[in-house]
């Protein structure tokens, strides 16, 4: 009976403690569980953390290089725009120097041209003056023509000087016999019949065969006419007619002849 009862006793004072024991470690169960969902959330806080900061540090170095990138682009869109700038002043500058180009080649054409003119006059040109070739200088030549314009133009009292100057000047020259023919008729013109007979006479007697010594011999005869020397006109028109029957000088003076006495 004492012995059922101890036994008794035992179950019971186990009971409570178990009662007592379980719970608790229950609680102990729970808390560890606690403590390490704490810990796990801390390392994943922390581990969030980093990945923030690492995130955070590469959206810094992707933002520096992006306004890197920006400040290059700008960069070479000035130096671009320098680029076409310097460009368009260089085409400016081509376009300038084509036209400094052409105008000096024009410049220069135009010189070659001048010097030529001028190598021109002063070479010997040949001309044929009644039907007679010969080789004068530019000088000469223009001599002749500015005496001859004005023997042109009627102005007798330029022309009659111009060509005795000439005669002067050029003793030589293949245009005295025309200087001759043209000096009697200024002469003539001007009223100057003793003089305008010894420069017609000089002419008959230095070129009998220029195609002008008819109309020369009577232009003399005319001239002796007007001095009232018909005598020696008369004479003057026989040896027209006998040298040179066939011209048409020769026909006047035959006309001419019958009406002087």
């Known amino acids: 009976m004492l012995l059922a009862s101890r036994h008794m006793l ?4 186990l009971g409570a403690l178990l009662a007592v024991w379980l719970p608790a470690q229950a609680g102990l169960f729970d808390d560890d569980e606690a ?4 810990l796990d959330l801390r390392s994943k806080v922390a581990t969030g953390d980093q990945q923030r900061g690492e995130l955070a540090a590469q959206v810094k170095q992707l933002t520096e290089q992006l306004q ?10 000035n130096q671009n725009e320098q680029l076409r700038a310097d460009v368009a002043k260089l085409r400016g500058e081509n376009e300038q120097m084509r036209r400094d180009v052409a105008e000096v080649q024009r410049y220069q054409k135009d010189i070659a041209q001048n010097v030529d003119e001028r ?24 001599a002749y ?3 001859m314009a004005a023997m042109r133009g009627g102005e007798f009292d330029k022309a009659a000087p111009a060509l005795v100057t000439f005669l002067k000047r050029y003793p030589s020259s293949g245009y005295v016999d025309s200087v001759r023919y043209w000096l009697g008729n200024a002469q003539y013109g001007l009223r100057q019949y003793k003089d305008a ?18 109309e020369a011999l009577l ?4 001239c002796q006419a007007e001095l ?3 005598k020696s006109a008369k004479r003057t028109l026989e040896e027209l007619i006998r040298q040179y029957p066939k011209s048409e000088a020769a026909q006047a003076g035959r006309d001419r002849v019958v009406t002087l006495k």
């Open 10 to 13: 035992r179950a019971v004072s």
């Open 35 to 38: 403590r390490k969902a704490i």
């Open 68 to 77: 890197n990138l920006q400040r290059n682009l700008l960069d070479l869109n």
């Open 119 to 142: 190598v021109r006059r002063l070479e010997p040109q040949q001309v044929s003056v009644d039907g007679k070739d010969f080789l004068v200088e530019a000088e000469e030549k223009r």
């Open 145 to 147: 023509d500015d005496a």
């Open 197 to 214: 007979i010894a420069t017609f006479r000089a002419f008959v007697t230095a070129a009998p065969d220029n195609p002008r010594t008819p």
């Open 219 to 222: 232009a003399l005869a005319n």
């Open 228 to 230: 009232k020397d018909n």
